[in-house]
């Protein structure tokens, strides 16, 4: 039973224009959510992070957006660039147990 | 400060064979978690130390896997005997403490023929 479910495989998009990440969760009881980046031959890397008491959290170019209601987050990269590129994780915890991860969605970001 | 080591970064195996993967940690991590992607899925966790206690083994697959982390500083994580399920690649993250971010290490790519 996966609790955090990334639905697109990939995505693909232009230079300077907007990229949308999404991500569902089945588990109400999640009250941390965070976005991890992934390079090829390397670990995951820490990107962003909401908690359940925020609906949205901005660091640069990278905005985190949180619908409890729907069960459903999002990852905005404005202006995507193409060292974007990369397989973005979606997770989520409770309490500091253990992390749920997502399958991953995989960003090109095409010059 | 040197980031989550990992080793080996690959391993071929065949079926029935034993294989012993290590992560180092980040110095002064009490926080050591096991993770594990096959093909393309999701992440998932396999268990989680607090120094040297297991807090949450609940991801373990099944008995073939054994973790330790003696003296609550580096890991091992030993499959025996293999089998063609296990392959994939086994990611070992720490943290200061159970909410401080995990940082990943680059992982190792275990197949099993």
């Known amino acids: 039973d996966q609790q955090v479910k990334q639905n697109s495989p990939s995505l693909s998009v232009q230079e300077g224009r907007i990229s949308i990440l999404n991500c569902d969760y089945t588990?109400?009881?999640?009250?941390?959510f965070l976005w991890y980046k992934k390079y090829p031959a390397e670990g995951p890397t820490f990107l962003i992070s909401?908690?359940?008491?925020?609906d949205k959290n901005e660091d640069g170019r990278f905005t985190v957006f949180l619908n409890k209601s729907a069960k459903h987050l999002s990852l905005h990269i404005v202006p995507s660039q193409p060292g974007d590129s990369a397989v973005y994780f979606c997770?989520?915890?409770?309490?500091?147990?253990?992390?749920?991860f997502g399958a991953g969605t995989r960003l090109f970001v095409k010059a | 400060e040197a980031g989550v080591t990992q080793f080996p970064s690959h391993s071929v195996i065949e079926k029935g064979q034993t294989v012993t993967l290590r992560c180092d940690p980040i110095?002064?991590?009490?926080?050591l978690y096991w993770y594990r992607r096959v093909m393309g899925k999701e992440i998932k966790f396999l268990l989680h130390?607090?120094?040297?206690?297991?807090?949450?083994e609940s991801g373990m697959p099944n008995n073939r896997f054994l973790a330790e982390r003696t003296g609550g500083t580096y890991s091992t994580l030993k499959v025996q005997p293999a089998e063609l399920e296990d392959s994939g690649v086994y990611f070992c993250?720490?943290?200061?403490?159970?909410?401080?971010?995990?940082?990943f290490g680059p992982g190792t790519r275990l197949t099993v023929l």
């Open positions: 997770a989520a915890s409770h309490l500091g147990f253990k992390t749920i």
């Open positions: 110095s002064g991590h009490d926080n």
């Open positions: 993250a720490s943290s200061r403490t159970i909410t401080d971010t995990q940082y």
């Open positions: 130390f607090v120094k040297e206690s297991k807090q949450d």
């Open positions: 588990n109400s009881m999640f009250d941390y």
């Open positions: 909401i908690s359940s008491i925020k």
